[in-house]
């Protein structure tokens, strides 16, 4: 039972444009949504946050959209850089410190 | 500052064998996590500790695997007898104490191959 999905295993971007990752989650309980990047060989790295109180942060070229009537959440990236090609994956946690993650999305930014 | 470190990062080994896996949390995070990822279940948090107590070990598959904190800066995770399906990487990351909005911090993870 998957409670934080993400549907789409890769996704495939030209530089410069925009990158959309989503993540949809089942548990009405999470109040807490969290993005990770992952490159090969190496662990997850904390990328960007929100709380469920708000619908969007920003940080740089990254920002996150929250819809909690959807439960659905979004990373956009914009510009798209070739250092950004990686596996995000997205997490939620229901005000606990454990995390649910989803199933990563691999991202590749053409050059 | 270090951060987390988990060792070793590669480990081949025949079924049936005991497998340690280790991990150095970051000084002064009160909590360890224990996570697996395959390509089917991404990453799955198997167990985690506050103060090295263990907190929810739901997530842990069964009675072969089993983990340990027996002091702030180690941890174990153990799995005895080892199978094929087990094959995974295995990561350890820390956070810290309650009040901190700080995320969780992982470590690179240690490549398990079960033959």
């Known amino acids: 039972d998957q409670q934080v999905k993400q549907n789409s295993p890769s996704l495939s971007v030209q530089e410069g444009r925009i990158s959309i990752l989503n993540c949809d989650y089942t548990?009405?309980?999470?109040?807490?949504f969290l993005w990770y990047k992952k490159y090969p060989a190496e662990g997850p790295t904390f990328l960007i946050s929100?709380?469920?109180?708000?619908d969007k942060n920003e940080d740089g070229r990254f920002t996150v959209f929250l819809n909690k009537s959807a439960k659905h959440l979004s990373l956009h990236i914009v510009p798209s850089q070739p250092g950004d090609s990686a596996v995000y994956f997205c997490?939620?946690?229901?005000?606990?410190?454990?995390?649910?993650f989803g199933t990563g999305t691999r991202l590749k930014v053409l050059a | 500052d270090a951060g987390v470190i988990q060792s070793p990062r590669h480990e081949v080994t025949e079924m049936g064998q005991e497998v340690t896996l280790r991990c150095k949390p970051i000084?002064?995070?009160?909590?360890l996590f224990w996570y697996r990822q395959t390509m089917m279940r991404g990453l799955e948090l198997l167990i985690y500790?506050?103060?090295?107590?263990?907190?929810?070990d739901s997530g842990m598959p069964e009675d072969r695997f089993s983990a340990k904190m027996p002091n702030a800066s180690f941890s174990t995770l153990k799995i005895q007898p080892s199978e094929p399906r087990d094959s995974a990487v295995y990561f350890c990351?820390?956070?810290?104490?309650?009040?901190?909005?700080?995320?969780?911090?992982f470590g690179d993870g240690t490549r398990l191959s079960i033959l």
């Open positions: 000084s002064g995070h009160d909590y």
């Open positions: 990351a820390s956070s810290p104490g309650q009040g901190s909005a700080e995320p969780q911090h």
């Open positions: 929100i709380s469920s109180i708000k």
């Open positions: 500790f506050n103060n090295n107590v263990p907190i929810d």
């Open positions: 548990n009405s309980m999470f109040d807490y």
């Open positions: 997490a939620a946690s229901p005000g606990t410190y454990k995390y649910i």
